[in-house]
């Protein structure tokens, strides 16, 4: 029987030595054994071809957008957990090659020169993070993880129109407990003597926790140890979601709808195939497009001045970024200069290299269909950084790129939490190109909310969705 599935060519015998080929043999017989066994009841054998790349029919929590921010929640949400495998974890992310991710194309800084606490704070228990991340992040059998951390700390300028506003930051985050100095012109000049004073009347310089390192590095760094503690992975786009509607009728008599997810539909890239995931939390950590998945739950297409009706104020806004070479420039002891024009630039590698760009002014946005960079955009950046330093009055814009910010329209802060009327939707969006560097702090408080019930590291309450509701901003003076 076995030698007829076979084939007699497995029992031919070599002409050379005049033997059978065992090896033959063995190779047949283990490939037999295999498909009975796939045969057999309780495999997983089927006769329809797989799609490996589907996620999971269910997951307790997921997370929509894979960025450093959304690692970074699954990577807490695991490390919380008190069994293995106790909760269940998705991250979905739409571009499997991370080339349009808002993550790997910002400009790698960190800060703790904000002027609200909550930032300074976040900044704080992020670069702590950092400087021990081998301690938090490192897998079994695979390198330590180099951030490439440059500590050469950030540099702001203040001309005497905001000279005050400088000084009443400086004592708020002193009070704070970060390490920031006030530096008087003279004394700029003997730290920077490549820097032209003209115009500046007051600087702040970050003296530890400061500075930049590579961003694909610290997303890398979360996405694999989040996976080898068994965070599910799908690349794939929620395009919509299922959910129960539960309405209640107010004293005055008015109606409210409340939502709650029970599916998000993931759709598979390049295919018409999708897959209903049944879930018990939604994470939106979606970026720069977090306000359009809040739409897919009727988040602000509601009735006016009703809570339904107030969207997520979470739009993209494209920023770019250019590369130049200026042989005789500042340096190896180059902070990350931020000037009161709103330029700023930082060292680029060893090799003479910088990157400098700008915000445009509001009637300035550029569209944001696509990530294509307005190569005219730097002749307004350029006259700023060759007034500042000399030097860049020689340079060669040799490269450049494009990303987006998830820009919070309404204060340029964060929104940490949980939606009103979507009781199990919650948001980690909206940091308006600080995301990157409080991603390992709104990772963990975020985790804590979660599954805590409530903020215990450090309390961002005051990041929720609810001021959007009473239109009290808080608004953070120093976005760059």
């Known amino acids: 029987m076995i030698l007829s599935l076979l084939g007699r060519s497995a029992l031919r015998p070599n002409r050379n030595n005049n033997i059978f080929l065992n090896t033959d043999l063995e190779n047949q017989f283990k490939a037999f054994r295999e498909k009975a066994a796939d045969a057999m009841p309780g495999s997983d054998w089927t006769p329809f071809e797989k799609n490996r790349s589907l996620p999971p029919e269910r997951a307790d929590i997921v997370i929509v957008g894979g960025g450093v921010v959304g690692w970074s929640i699954a990577y807490w949400l695991k490390q919380k957990e008190m069994i293995r495998d106790g909760v269940r974890v998705l991250v979905v992310e739409r571009d499997p090659t991370y080339s349009q991710a808002s993550t790997v194309l910002s400009a790698g800084g960190i800060r703790q020169q904000f002027s609200l606490p909550e930032n300074i704070h976040l900044s704080m228990i992020s670069a702590d993070f950092m400087r021990n991340i081998n301690e938090h992040l490192s897998v079994l059998n695979e390198d330590p993880v180099d951030l490439q951390f440059n500590h050469s700390g950030y540099l702001f300028l203040a001309s005497e129109k905001v000279a005050h506003i400088m000084e009443e930051n400086y004592r708020t985050q002193r009070y704070a407990g970060a390490k920031v100095s006030l530096l008087s012109t003279t004394q700029l000049k003997e730290k920077c003597p490549w820097i032209n004073t003209d115009g500046v009347v007051l600087a702040s310089y970050g003296l530890e926790n400061e500075g930049w390192f590579d961003p694909w590095m ?19 786009e929620v395009t919509g979601f299922r959910y129960t509607t539960n309405t209640m009728t107010t004293a005055e008599g008015d109606t409210v709808d409340f939502r709650r997810i029970k599916y998000a539909n993931v759709q598979m890239p390049n295919s018409l195939e999708y897959q209903p995931v049944e879930c018990a939390i939604v994470v939106n950590a979606a970026g720069a497009f977090s306000g359009k998945v809040a739409e897919m739950m009727g988040i602000g297409l509601g009735l006016k001045d009703t809570i339904a009706g107030i969207p997520l104020p979470v739009e993209p806004r494209k920023r770019f970024i250019y590369v130049v070479h200026c042989p005789n420039g500042p340096g190896l002891d180059t902070p990350f200069l931020v000037d009161y024009s709103g330029v700023y630039f930082r060292r680029e ?14 009637e300035e946005e550029p569209e944001t269909n696509n990530l294509e960079v307005d190569h005219q955009f730097f002749q307004k950046i350029w006259p700023h950084l060759a007034h500042r330093v000399p030097a860049f009055e020689c340079l060669k814009v040799t490269s450049a790129w494009a990303g987006f910010y998830d820009y919070n329209t309404f204060d340029q802060n964060g929104i940490v939490g949980m939606h009103p009327l979507v009781n199990n939707m919650f948001f980690a969006t909206g ?10 702090a709104v990772g963990r408080a975020m985790a804590e909310l979660i599954l805590d019930g409530g903020f215990k590291t450090l309390d961002l309450s005051a990041f929720s969705f609810k001021r959007i509701m009473t239109k009290e901003p808080m608004l953070e003076r120093n976005i760059v």
């Open 349 to 362: 590698g060893l090799g003479g290299n910088y990157i400098a760009g700008m915000s445009p002014e509001e």
């Open 218 to 236: 610290l997303l890398n760094a979360f996405r694999r140890k989040a996976i080898s503690m068994g965070v599910y992975q799908c690349f794939g």
């Open 431 to 440: 940091f308006s190109g600080h995301g990157l560097q409080h991603s390992p």
